[in-house]
């Protein structure tokens, strides 16, 4: 499993930003696919999640806020986030969640 996320970096509080997930080695259609972030100096967190029956969980954290879709031709799993707060800024994750590999991440900074 291989993947590579991007969309990350630098923005207002109250601001949105796209992260993308394109993923290799595994099919949408039959996996599950998560977001974690890691702020610095703290634990890696539990962000939302994506079913391959398009279900969706999300922390309590970002509940309305952020918005987790994907697109099975593309193979890429999407994190929309909208009304960025500073305490979101961390090193963004995407993962599928019976696989043990993580990607690289991608850094999002939200200024005050």
């Given amino acids: 499993v291989q993947l590579q996320a991007s969309g990350g ?5 109250g601001g949105s930003l796209r992260l993308s997930c394109v993923v290799s080695g595994i099919r949408l259609t039959a996996n599950t696919m998560d977001w974690f972030r890691q702020a610095p100096g703290k634990e890696r967190e539990f962000v939302a999640t994506l079913t391959h029956l398009g279900r969706t969980t999300y922390a309590d954290s970002v509940k309305g806020r952020f918005t987790v879709t ?9 994190l929309q986030m909208n ?8 090193v963004y994750y995407c993962k599928a969640s019976r696989y043990k590999s ?8 939200v200024s005050s």
């Avoid at 993580?102 to 900074?109: A, F, K, L």
């Fill in 83 to 90: 009304g960025l707060k500073p305490e979101d800024t961390a």
């Fill in 102 to 109: 993580w990607g690289q991440g991608t850094q999002v900074t």
């Fill in 9 to 13: 970096g630098l923005v207002q509080a």
């Fill in 70 to 78: 994907s697109d099975t031709v593309k193979n890429t799993v999407y």
